[in-house]
């Protein structure tokens, strides 16, 4: 069974630095393309970052280019997420999406709540 637990969140100042997690169970670590997902209050859910399951090129949206940056470890099977200078327009539920790339299907965490505020 697929499953992926995040962690990581919660009360942030502003220009803090926190780092969430996923952790993925279930299938080959390797085989999958992990990417960052968050929705801000009256928001929709919007993309933040991936990975590329071999080579491990990253992709960013615009509003965190610089900012924020995904990694992973594959021998603990998970992936990380370090964010930099946060802002207010930051806070948000982030979610952990992977990619399987072998059936296609898609698997999501159960989101973990960053506040940025001071």
């Known amino acids: 069974q697929v499953q992926l637990v995040e962690s990581g969140g919660g009360l942030v100042q502003p220009g803090g630095s926190p780092r969430l997690s996923c952790a993925v169970s279930g299938f080959t670590f390797g085989l999958y393309l992990p990417s960052w997902y968050r929705q801000g209050p009256g928001k929709e859910r919007e993309f933040v970052s991936s990975m590329a399951p071999i080579g491990g090129h990253t992709t960013y949206a615009d509003s965190v280019k610089g900012r924020f940056a995904t990694s992973r470890d594959n021998a603990k099977n998970t992936v990380f997420l370090q964010m930099d200078s946060l802002k207010s327009e930051d806070t948000a539920v982030y979610y952990c999406?992977?990619?399987?790339?072998?059936?296609?299907?898609?698997?999501w965490g159960q989101g973990t709540q960053v506040t940025v505020s001071s």
């Open positions: 999406k992977v990619y399987d790339t072998l059936t296609g299907l898609e698997y």
